[in-house]
């Protein structure tokens, strides 16, 4: 079967990434980077492919099947819209857009043109993620009652040294992390019917918070809690426990907690507590502990697998722009929450 050509759109950190892992995979051949900072060019040498400034030449010169987009959130539009014009496939970066107007952008040139749009909320693929997923539809937690989750870390001080991760509406934890954490809970949950939100830029004085906290209300009737910070050392943060990137610290600690009628379970610990079948329950009765075991994956190789089949039209999205676009209006309206003081209903897509 002849290799899919993929390009890469903005090789920063995330994007270089994507560009290792085009290049490593057999089913699929890296064809170009481009970059508008032209110091970026040596990404592209270092993996001996060509190198533009500019997605309209990387396109037209390179004629790749599909094109991986991880330019800053407020570029997502202006480059998906470039590749849907020339009928390339598209695997974007997560949040799909910085603002739903653009998101709707995005799904409107995809619509226009009939291309695919995979949306890089790449935890999705996780095995780990799935079988939460699972666990809570087939009934083992019972009626799920409710969740809370830590996003506590610290990011060293050169990581702000990009300006836009300082400045709105693209930078902060908000947009930039806990969009994956609020699209897996959406994945595993449900869909969220309200959101309350507060926000904190004490710890380090920039135009983003630094930290917040957010109450869901689920449209199943769960309730949920996230406590959030970028700027606290603490083991207590999917980065540090789900194992995925070898460069974070790993702790073997629980970020994620789901508390049902039947039992509850801590994440990714995987870690299922619920009382024994024919016990008496209630508080003075033990609990046992059940670890679930799963057998782990790199989601991040699991979606480029995944798109490339996209791209011969073998798979439907995973998560299409439609979909990614309900996790985005989740966290604006945690934004708009925390302007307006009350809880918020997230747009409509």
């Known amino acids: 079967m002849e290799r899919v050509r993929i390009a ?15 290049r490593a995979n057999g089913a699929c051949e890296l064809v170009g980077i481009c970059d508008t900072d032209t110091a970026r060019r040596r990404v592209a040498e270092a993996l001996e492919v060509p190198f533009h400034t500019s997605a309209d030449e990387l396109i037209e010169r390179e004629h790749p099947h599909g094109a991986i987009v991880a330019t800053p959130n407020s570029a997502h539009a202006s480059a ?78 050169d990581y702000f040294q990009a300006a836009w991760r300082r400045e709105r509406p693209g930078g902060g934890p908000l947009l930039i992390n806990l969009i994956h954490d609020l699209d897996s809970l959406r994945f595993i949950c449900g869909e969220v ?73 801590a994440f990714p610990r995987m870690e299922l507590w619920r009382y024994p079948e024919s016990a008496p329950r209630g508080w003075t009765h033990p609990l046992e502990c059940r670890r679930i075991e799963v057998r782990l994956a790199d989601p991040l190789e699991a979606q480029l697998e995944h798109f490339c089949r996209v791209i011969r039209g073998e798979h439907e999205p995973l998560i299409g722009p439609e979909d990614a676009t309900r996790s985005l209006a989740v966290a604006l309206a945690a934004g708009e929450s925390t302007r307006a003081g009350a809880a918020v209903e997230p747009a409509a897509v």
């Open 193 to 265: 019917k309200s959101i309350y939100a507060r926000m904190s830029s004490s710890a380090r004085g920039f135009p983003v918070e630094d930290s917040l906290t957010i109450s869901l209300t689920m449209e199943s009737g769960a309730l949920g809690t996230i406590l959030a910070s970028d700027a606290a050392p603490a083991p207590w943060s999917y980065e540090a426990t789900a194992g995925e990137n070898p460069a974070y610290f790993h702790a073997a600690e629980s970020c994620y907690h789901f508390v049902g009628t039947n039992a509850s379970l």
């Open 80 to 157: 998906c819209i470039a590749c849907a014009e020339r009928g390339v496939h598209i695997l974007v970066e997560k949040p799909i857009a910085d603002t739903l107007d653009n998101a709707r952008q995005i799904i409107a040139a995809a619509s226009q043109h009939g291309i695919s749009v995979l949306v890089g909320h790449h935890r999705r693929h996780n095995p780990l993620v799935r079988k939460t997923r699972d666990l809570l539809r087939d009934g083992t937690l019972g009626t799920l009652i409710g969740f809370s989750a830590l996003w506590t870390l610290l990011k060293p001080d």
């Open 8 to 22: 890469v759109i903005g090789a920063g950190l995330i994007g270089a990434k994507h560009a290792e892992l085009v």
